[in-house]
Structure formats: structure tokens, C-alpha cells
């Protein structure tokens, strides 16, 4: 029997690259694998839905779309659309490994409901030599999670990817994480502009949730299997680099929500672990703006760090558990932190 995929790809005015990332998806077929591709064209104004549309009008595997919402709704959007039982996210400048599938079968194979592999940086003229993607590694829920917030002693890779599209998921996950995306960013202001309007931060949450759903463990393919191509209107290149503040701050306030969603679950362990790191890299960002004299969001940033504190204290068998956690990360916070972004 096939397995089908759809991958939702948001573009605009990207008609150079675009094709080159459709058909990188659509390379993913194979006996077992049948991929689908969603367009939505954000009003592009350099021809590229009328190039999509020529170029794809006899496929029955590419839709192309129209709609003039802005990147996190036409996400949402995108995400209505699917009709299949396996799903992710592409971007228009990036590509997929051409052995994106080996992920997919092995996924199938384990009965999992998801699977994640990893992504490299390469500058857009080129396209990075991949390999077959044949050594996985199989990890507890929880301590793969627990990686997102400095705990990897345990995981082969010293950094972990944020962007969607080194994952295959559950589409029903992907509209699950609409409800919580939106109900989180909607709570404050500070949430709403990086998270739904520079959509830094509900990448990381698809992973999050995936991951904190997960039954089990949680496969991960030791390989590079997607590109994030770099060039000067790539989001890696035009937003700060997370040694600024702007991607370390959407990604903070991604990890806040798991943290919520383990509390929630009465999970004190893991809560207070994740908290450890989060008072921390929240003072270390907060720290940073001061230093470089960029006060805005300082005040949301302190409200965010108290609330986190707040709620652990309230819960004095967290207490603990966050001191030892605290000890634990006491050297991890001084050393520079990768974070891999959507290009």
C-alpha cells in the first residue's frame, strides 16, 4: 500500500527557486511514498504563480493557490487543505535530500507518527551533497525533548533543527498545533509579534508537540536530509542571528509553551529541568538587549522569567528538582548554542 504525504509550501516572489523545492518534494515518491504538494503564493509580484500554474497544470500531485495572508496564516491555511494522513512543511528556497523517503519508510516501518532527521546550512547556488539515509537512532520521548533545552549528553548531534521540514508529522498534529500555537501567541503581545507575525517560534513547536505526544519513543535519522539554502533575503540572513535577540527570543517562547504543556500533564521533573533553562537563557537574552542598548521587550521578557518562576514555586516538589537542574546547566549556558532556522 502507498503512503501518502502532502507538504504545504507558503512562496513568494521566489520564482528563481520555487520549482527547484517542489520538485524535491516530489522526489520523495518512490513504490511506498506518494507526496502531494500544496502551493499558497502569497501575491508574488515577480510572476510566480503563473509559472507555477503553466508548469505544474498537467500534475494532479501540485496545487497552486492564491491568498494575500501573511506567512503563519497561509501556514494555517495551507494546513486546512491536506488530505493526507502524513505532513509537513517546505520552504521555497530549500531542498530535501533526494533519499528524503528512507525517513519516511522507516518511520512506516516503526509505526511511529513521527520521525526527524536533520538539516544543513548551503549557499543557494549550490545544492548539498546528501547521502542515503540509513542510520537512525531511537530516542525516549522525554530526552529527546529534554535536548531542546540543553540536556544532550545523550544525543548524537550537538544541535537539534527547528525547521519543519527535516520532520514528517500527523496532519491532524499539524491542526492540533494551530490550536495551540494560536491560543499561546494570543496571550500576550510580545508572543503575538514574533510568533504569529515574524514567525520565529511556531516551527520549534511542531517538533515539541510531536515529540511531548509521541507514545514512545521518537525515531531520528543520524543524516542530513534537507537544505536551508543562504542568500541575502534568506530569513537566516534577513533576521538577526540568534546571537542577537530576535530568533533566541521566538525560540524561548516556543520552549515556554512545552514547559506549560508538561506542567499541564503534572510532569515536575522534566517541568522543572525545562524551567532551569529557560530562567536562564531568559536572563541571558535579557542581558544581551542591555548590553546592546535594545531595551524593547525587556519588560515582557522579565514577566515571562517571573511567570515561569511563579509556577514552580507553586509546586514545592519542583523545587527540588529545579535546583539540581540549575547545577546541571550551569556550564551548558556558557557555551554558544546552534540554533537551526528556517532559510
Same mark, same amino acid.
Given at each position: ?12 516572489? !521566489? ?17 511506498? $511514498? ?11 509580484e515577480d ?32 494546513v486546512g ?26 518511520? $512506516? ?65 499539524? !491542526? ?9 501567541a494570543n ?23 510531536? $515529540? ?75 542581558? !544581551? ?55
Amino acid at each position: 500500500m502507498e503512503t501518502e504525504i502532502t507538504f504545504v509550501l507558503p512562496t513568494r516572489n !521566489r520564482k528563481t527557486w520555487v520549482k527547484r523545492a517542489i520538485d524535491s518534494c516530489l522526489n520523495c515518491e518512490n513504490n511506498t $511514498i506518494k507526496p502531494y504538494v500544496v502551493v499558497i503564493d502569497g501575491e508574488s509580484e515577480d510572476g510566480t504563480y503563473d509559472y507555477l500554474k503553466e508548469a505544474y497544470m498537467h500534475n494532479t500531485r501540485v496545487q497552486i493557490l492564491k491568498n494575500g495572508c501573511n506567512f503563519m496564516e497561509a501556514c494555517f491555511y495551507g494546513v486546512g487543505l491536506i488530505k493526507t494522513e502524513l505532513a509537513t512543511f517546505m520552504y521555497d528556497d530549500d531542498i530535501l535530500s533526494g533519499y528524503f523517503s528512507g525517513m519516511i519508510n522507516h518511520m $512506516i516501518e516503526h509505526k511511529k507518527d513521527f520521525v526527524m532527521g536533520y538539516g544543513q546550512v548551503c549557499n543557494i547556488e549550490r545544492i548539498y551533497p546528501f547521502k542515503p539515509v540509513t542510520d537512525f537512532q531511537h530516542y525516549p520521548n522525554l530526552q529527546l525533548l529534554l535536548g531542546y533545552y540543553g540536556y544532550r549528553d545523550a544525543i548524537t548531534y550537538t544541535f537539534l533543527p527547528v525547521s519543519p521540514i527535516c520532520c514528517v508529522t500527523k496532519a491532524d498534529l499539524l !491542526r492540533d498545533w494551530i490550536c495551540h500555537v494560536t491560543e499561546f501567541a494570543n496571550k500576550y503581545i510580545m508572543r503575538e509579534y514574533f510568533m504569529l507575525k515574524k514567525n520565529i517560534g511556531p516551527d520549534l513547536m511542531i517538533y515539541l508537540l510531536s $515529540i511531548l505526544t509521541n507514545k514512545n519513543d521518537v525515531c531520528v535519522a543520524s543524516a542530513t536530509v534537507a537544505q536551508f539554502s543562504e542568500h541575502p533575503t534568506s530569513m537566516t540572513v534577513s533576521y538577526e542571528t540568534y546571537m542577537n535577540t530576535d530568533l533566541a527570543i521566538g525560540y524561548w517562547l516556543a520552549r515556554i509553551w512545552a514547559f506549560e504543556y508538561l506542567l499541564k500533564k503534572n510532569n515536575r521533573r522534566e517541568s522543572a529541568k525545562c524551567a532551569s533553562y529557560l530562567v536562564l537563557s531568559g536572563l541571558h537574552i535579557l542581558m !544581551r538587549k542591555i548590553r546592546m542598548r535594545r531595551l524593547k521587550w525587556s519588560l515582557a521578557i522579565i514577566r515571562e522569567v517571573s511567570a515561569i518562576c511563579l509556577k514552580i514555586l507553586k509546586n514545592m516538589a519542583c523545587i527540588n528538582a529545579l535546583i539540581a537542574a540549575l547545577s546541571l546547566l550551569r556550564e551548558n549556558v556558557r557555551k554558544k548554542t546552534h540554533e537551526t532556522s528556517p532559510a
